[in-house]
């Protein structure tokens, strides 16, 4: 079979820092355009709108769209209109129905539509979610702590009403949790706080159940400065499960269990070559609808002005 | 057919102003008992407490939750569980996320769940359905606003957090809007506006569109004396219509087209008959996911403080 004929929209910092490499390292793509209002690759043909690159270059089999949540759908209607498999970076759109909305034109275009989430693809997941299957789980505690003036300087966009603020590294903790643990969860309280200066929060504290009760404690907080923090613990019948380091390692009552190189965005790609060679859509809204919930049953706390 | 032994749980103003007398005209209806922590029902064996009632009552075949929607997940677990079908008053739930859960709960259990949406049983919502069916709609403009001391005096938990503020009105208007228009829509931009001593917002100013570009402007607004607007202004190529008075009545070109008494929940237990009998659920969760994605979405605003 011949490569899936790839563009990508919205040449940033997570295009070249993962995009780019994964793509170079799988036979099954081959990247022959681009779209970005400033960003290009070198010797791949660009262009600065979309709409034009899907009429000058009708080869295109598959796109992956990059740029910040609140542009995506326009890019992602275009693009499936066209008949063109679509890889949504996360999260997947800037409003739930959207998505949804997007979902339905996939499958009237039998083309693939693929909500990625890369956290589900660090090296530690699986075997964290296999540990939890086994046993009986007592409590959960999410701890997402990091410092967004180290990881995100001056995206403005991140702060703008729809930027999800720190559920945007936050979303990646929900993906995981809501992949590993055997029952769905839903929230039950949460706390947001706004820089008064801001759009969107820079903490959020969470408390989800499940149908059996039990406790999920989740903390993201974007002002963490020193070691950073992206563990999920539960305490089970069989000990201490501690997936760390965004789930990249884990370790049972102390006992390193695995610790892989990470392969997130490798492993993307080979699922969408998946889903595409399938012809099915992979879109899991869950990690969205948790955050969306957040926003809308948790109660609003203002705290001290943002500067980056 | 025996008719289906009801019971209500959370006897409020909601229940005696509609559920009661709905279910007396209803012979596919037999209410049987109720649970609540003050309300009772004349004649009708009460409880405080939805397992007690569950466990005395086991004759009931159909529960209708009509408590705060906070608390409404837990008793509408304990219900389907028990093989009860479920009638959720209008919101579900406080998030997307438990009333997803529920769905699925329903389902193993080959029990009915319907998430009932009152303003949808209209008189005259159908025949705006037909009318923007018929032509090609160019804009559409939601008023609801309404003064929120006459319809919810003292009502505390609609302004704490997930009690939804004036999206528990507007979330009728939604439930119309997404019911009548062809296409789906999705939200591009929204305001909350937040009084600053209350966790739920008093107003709020939305803009949606569809895959089309179609322009769906809304404005909430509990602050309204005088007049009260619950009115869906469309214009079309065959002209304007106006869906006024929450659904009741319905103007073209300033001709009125049909104004009949409300029906609508009478119509609610009509249809919850129907898929009790069916075997089927009814669940649509689009007019929640828009108020969530209002709140995820939405930039928030402070505003003078409220009080009763």
Chains 1, 2 share one sequence.
């Not at 040449?11 to 799988?26: C, E, T, Y």
């Not at 706390?191 to 969470?206: C, G, K, Q, V, Y």
């Not at 408390?207 to 907080?221: G, M, Q, R, S, Y």
């Not at 974007?222 to 563990?231: A, E, L, N, P």
Request: aromatic fraction near 8%; charge should be negative; proline fraction near 6%.
């Amino acid at each position: 079979m011949s490569p899936i004929n790839l563009a990508i929209v919205g040449v940033g910092k997570i295009v070249r820092d993962q995009h780019l490499p994964s793509i170079a390292a799988n036979p099954d793509f081959k990247l022959i355009a681009t779209a970005s209002r400033h960003g290009t690759v070198d010797g791949i043909e660009s262009f600065t709108a979309i709409e034009d690159m899907l009429k000058a270059v009708p080869a295109i089999d598959a796109v992956s769209l990059c740029m910040p949540p609140q542009y995506r759908y326009e890019a992602a209607h275009k693009a499936l209109s066209a008949g063109k498999h679509v890889f949504l970076e996360k999260p997947p759109g800037a409003t739930l129905s959207e998505v949804a909305d997007l979902e339905d034109l996939a499958k009237s275009k039998g083309v693939s539509l693929f909500a990625s989430w890369h956290s589900r693809y660090a090296p530690a997941v699986e075997a964290a979610k296999s540990f939890l299957g086994s046993t009986k789980i007592n409590s959960v505690h999410v701890i997402w702590k990091e410092d967004v003036r180290h990881w995100h300087p001056n995206q403005e966009w991140i702060w703008q009403a729809g930027g999800l603020g720190v559920f945007d590294p936050g979303i990646n903790a929900l993906s995981i949790v809501t992949h590993i643990l055997p029952k769905a969860i839903f929230l039950t309280g949460a706390t947001l706080e706004f820089p008064e200066n801001r759009d969107a929060p820079i903490a959020a504290d969470l408390h989800f159940k499940n149908a059996d009760d039990l406790p999920i404690h989740a903390e993201f907080d974007w002002r963490q400065t020193g070691k950073q923090s992206w563990d999920i613990v539960a305490e089970t019948d069989a000990g201490q499960m501690v997936l760390a380091d965004g789930g990249a390692k884990l370790t049972i009552n102390g006992e390193l269990k695995s610790s892989e190189p990470e392969q997130e965005y490798p492993s993307l790609y080979r699922r969408f070559a998946e889903i595409v060679k399938a012809g099915t859509s992979d879109v899991d809204l869950a990690p969205l609808r948790h955050v969306a919930d957040a926003f809308m049953l948790g109660r609003r706390k203002f705290v001290e002005a943002f500067h980056d």
